[in-house]
């Protein structure tokens, strides 16, 4: 088939066009071309923005394809273009769609569901979605609203955190450049137990190409896309420097004292600290298997960034400021204010015991502690 990939650039592309490529198909990239890694294949290339309908159309006019995999641009204005002019249509959208991922705190009980499936609640469910989410949504619903109405195949993959090689917001290179500098320490919040649903960008481009392999199941649906080992922000420092050969203490602080920290592991602002994202459903309908484990993908993206180490500066997303007479402070006084806390405050916590009785003579009364 004639195949159009709408980005293509980013840590999901290459494997997406070289999948596409494996399996016969015709692929021409739609991107601004201002990205152009070494890694992509060799294949046609259209320049021009996605993200307006008359830049879309100077671009692509008398162009056909049978194929769009949407993965950059304006998502809803593209799916509006190729109406009735494709085959089939696969957008690649975010999982901020779903309630309370975005703006976590605003409802009872607080944060996502978790597990957080595709038949979940979405971001408007019992009130108003925010501007970003209502955004994702609107996308999704213009294309699947078109596939009920016939007008191509539709489906709606949700990305998670993508991590991999050519990422803009390396979260690997926090805990790197801190072993680097032989730093003692890297600061978490609340001990490291938030947890951010990922997906290796090797899985995530698979989810795409099963939607293309299998147009019939992936019609009308949407997918998440995820890894099937989700770590916390502790487990995945450790596995991080496990991969770059070494060993990195974590210095845990409240969310409240550690803002600056809290705002680099997250991808959007006010982006719930507890989210795992179920990818069943693409398993089930489409035959997805994963491809890389999460771990082997993270001793990939190591390798990459040790041998590429990233120009963090000029990446917008990235926000680590590796300030770390400011972190040295802030771990001090928050270690001196404990210790004050517990001469004042503190008390020793009590025995616990197993709530059943575990007797050490035969016998039908309590137990030797009253159980």
Excluded at 45 to 68: K, N, W, Y
Excluded at 140 to 150: K, Q, S, T
Excluded at 176 to 189: A, E
Aim: glycine share 10%; aromatic share 8%; with cysteine.
């Amino acid at each position: 088939m004639k195949v159009l990939v709408v980005g293509g650039t980013g840590p999901t592309g290459p494997h997406v066009v070289q999948g596409l490529l494996d399996r016969g198909h015709d692929v021409t990239l739609f991107h601004r071309g201002v990205h152009e890694p070494p890694e992509l294949p060799e294949v046609r290339h259209i320049h021009g923005d996605p993200h307006f309908r008359e830049t879309i159309e100077e671009a692509l006019s008398g162009e056909q394809f049978d194929v769009v995999a949407c993965m950059y641009g304006r998502v809803k204005t593209l799916a509006e273009w190729f109406a009735k002019r494709c085959k089939q249509f696969v957008a690649v959208g975010g999982v901020p769609s779903y309630k309370n991922v975005l703006g976590w705190t605003e409802q009872r009980p607080p944060g996502a569901v978790l597990p957080t499936r595709e038949d979940g609640p979405l971001a408007d469910t019992g009130g108003e979605a925010s501007s970003f989410a209502g955004k994702v949504l609107a996308a999704e619903r213009e294309v699947l609203g078109r596939a009920r109405d016939g007008d191509f195949r539709g489906t709606v993959i949700r990305y998670p955190a993508i991590h991999g090689p050519r990422n803009q917001n390396p979260h690997e290179w926090m805990v790197l450049k801190r072993m680097q500098d032989r730093r003692p320490f890297m600061i978490l919040p609340d001990g490291g137990l938030g947890i951010l649903g990922r997906c290796g960008a090797r899985n995530a481009a698979e989810v795409l190409l099963r939607c293309i392999d299998r147009p019939e199941a992936a019609d009308g649906e949407a997918f998440n896309a995820a890894d099937d080992t989700q770590y916390s922000w502790r487990q995945w420092v450790d596995v991080v420097a496990q991969a770059a050969g070494g060993h990195i203490e974590i210095a845990s602080l409240p969310a409240e004292l550690s803002g600056p920290v809290q705002a680099s592991l997250i991808p959007l602002r006010d982006y719930s600290p507890q989210t795992i994202f179920d990818n069943t459903k693409a398993k089930t309908l489409l035959g997805y298997q994963e491809v890389l484990s999460a771990e082997d993908q993270i001793r990939e993206t190591v390798a990459w960034l040790q041998e590429t180490p990233p120009d963090v500066d000029s990446q917008i997303a990235f926000v680590d400021t590796f300030s770390y007479d400011r972190e040295d402070t802030l771990v001090a006084a928050y270690r001196k204010a404990v210790e004050e806390v517990r001469e004042t405050a503190g008390w020793d916590a009590p025995a616990l015991h197993h709530p059943l009785p575990h007797p050490k003579k035969a016998g039908l009364g309590p137990d030797e502690i009253g159980r």
